[in-house]
């Protein structure tokens, strides 16, 4: 993350007729400038600003890579039309994690088709995990040549230049890297919420559940450095943040590669001693390698929110093992009432997958046993979902459609029923909120997030967007409240 100010002295320092510098950040930079002119020559041919739309598909990843774009089509001069995609420039982040995020992209490109009939400068950029499949990018080459820029995972730090270069040609543009080793700090960003953030702590994945795409595309696993990321929450809490989300996709095993290893607990508590920040969370937790320490550190922290999501994805040890989870069914449910014991009021989360090639009906009463003994407060399953080239894909014994939805059913009635119960245990306590939006139904009240994530809806007015309350829980629905502020 780069100032404004900064970044706009580093532009005006460019002789744009001159090659770029070969070094990262300052290439991006060049580009920047260079790109700005270029779209302040679209801006006096439209009479007005060209104005961009990032539509994004999948996980918290995505929507931080998304606030990236952001920043920089921002800098060079677009203005953001919001969620509406009949826009000068519309990009889709992808996610392919399940073949119906696939799908929903595919639907969603037909229509990006018919606004470029009507409006000829318009550029659709399209990136994110679906665009480092080779498959995906044969399709987009065949069926979609309307389509203006297409980038991946890797290189997402270069899209200053690749727009750039994009205003520059009529050719569709496509630039994916297998891999990176590079992490490239300082580029602008604009976020969604003034006053919470998600951060990347780390990137990729070297785990390869058996099932799972990620490791395919995001690559290996990477962490930034320690003073890196202390120097970005600063920044971000001098701008307004009181609430973080450290993000990776295995963030117990952050820092264990660098070059001066440091653990995930320890990071937690440098950042804890971050001035002015009020909360902190994290996703996502893989069991395997979730330390005593941390917990600890949980369980001592002022600023750790009271949640955990901690991916189960099976009950059954034999599934599990299948899953190249590294865990069984009772290490899991020891460590999560190990956390309970520790944290009586944490909430515990879960993903689970029904479907697995092989899984029987006596492994879904294994998951479901899981269920009712950790008694989760909200839990996502989803139908396993065949991702080429990853080695359940290539396993025989995939599960009948039929079966596969009488046991998603069973998981989701047992999961509605624990995370009902968890839920009302909170009822006429007092506990502290942030505000986070408007209510979309009823504009006399505001929505925020208790500490353990849970909702809560109370009468307000959009002053009080982004201010923590003290609040007391009057009504229970189910997964959200109803309480009104104390003083
Ligand atoms: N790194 C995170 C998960 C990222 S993917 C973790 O390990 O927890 C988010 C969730 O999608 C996973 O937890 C899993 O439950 C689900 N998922 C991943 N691959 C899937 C597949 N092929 N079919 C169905 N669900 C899948
Ligand atoms: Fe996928 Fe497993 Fe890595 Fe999570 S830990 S991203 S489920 S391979
Ligand atoms: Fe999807 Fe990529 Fe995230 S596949 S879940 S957007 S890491």
């Not at 029987?360 to 139908?383: Q, S």
Request: proline share 3%; hydrophobic share 35%; charged share 30%.
């Amino acid at each position: 993350m780069i100032k404004k100010d900064d970044l706009e002295l580093k532009m005006k320092q460019f002789d744009l007729a001159m090659s770029p510098p070969d070094t990262e950040p300052e290439r991006q930079y060049f580009y920047m400038a260079k790109a700005k002119k270029t779209v302040s020559e679209l801006t006096k041919k439209l009479g007005r600003k060209p104005t961009f739309c990032v539509v994004t598909f999948g996980c918290q990843m995505n929507a931080r890579d998304s606030e990236k774009l952001a920043g920089i089509l921002e800098e060079i001069g677009y203005i953001d039309n919001g969620e509406d995609e009949n826009s000068d420039f519309v990009i889709f982040n992808t996610c392919t994690v399940r073949d119906n995020a696939n799908q929903r992209v595919y639907g969603r490109l037909g229509v990006l088709k018919n606004y470029k009939k009507k409006n000829p400068d318009m550029r659709i950029g399209i990136c994110g995990c679906m665009m480092q499949e080779q498959s995906v990018i044969e399709k987009m080459k065949k069926s979609y040549r309307f389509v203006d820029l297409i980038f991946g995972t890797h290189n997402i730090f270069k899209f200053a230049e690749l727009v750039a270069n994009m205003l520059e040609s009529d050719d569709m543009l496509i630039d994916i890297w297998k891999d990176t080793d590079q992490i490239v700090e300082d580029l602008p960003i604009v976020r969604k919420y003034p006053f919470k953030s998600g951060i990347n702590i780390m990137f990729g994945c070297n785990n390869f559940c058996s099932y799972c795409i990620v490791p395919y595309v995001r690559g290996r696993e990477r962490s930034r450095n320690p003073e890196d990321i202390i120097r970005e929450i600063e920044m971000l809490v001098a701008d307004g943040v009181i609430e973080i989300m450290l993000l990776g996709q295995n963030v117990n095993s952050y820092g264990k590669n660098l070059d001066e290893p440091i653990s995930f607990a320890q990071l937690l508590q440098r950042i804890e001693q971050i001035e002015g920040l009020e909360r902190i969370r994290f996703m996502t937790s893989h069991p395997k390698d979730l330390s005593d320490e941390l917990i600890a550190v949980m369980r001592d922290s002022k600023k750790i929110c009271r949640h955990l999501h901690l991916p189960l994805q099976s009950g059954s040890t034999r599934i599990l093992e299948q899953m190249n989870r590294r865990y069984t069914k009772e290490q899991y449910i020891d460590l999560a009432l190990k956390i309970r014991r520790e944290i009586p009021d944490i909430s515990l989360t879960t993903d689970i997958i029904v479907g697995f090639p092989g899984e029987t009906d006596a492994d879904v009463d294994d998951t479901i046993d899981v269920i009712k003994k950790v008694g989760y407060d909200n839990a996502f399953t989803f139908i396993y979902s065949k991702r080429t080239g990853t080695p359940a894909a290539a396993m025989e014994n995939q599960v009948p459609e039929d079966v596969v939805k009488r046991n998603f059913n069973r998981v989701l009635e047992t999961v509605q029923q624990t995370s009902k119960n968890r839920t009302v245990s909170f009822l006429n306590q007092d506990v502290t909120v942030l505000i986070e939006d408007m209510n979309d139904q009823d504009d006399t009240l505001v929505t925020g997030r208790m500490s353990n994530n849970t909702i809560v809806h109370l009468k307000g007015d959009c002053s009080m967007i982004g201010t923590l309350q003290k609040v007391h829980l009057d009504e229970c629905h189910g997964f959200y409240y109803i309480g009104h502020v104390i003083d």
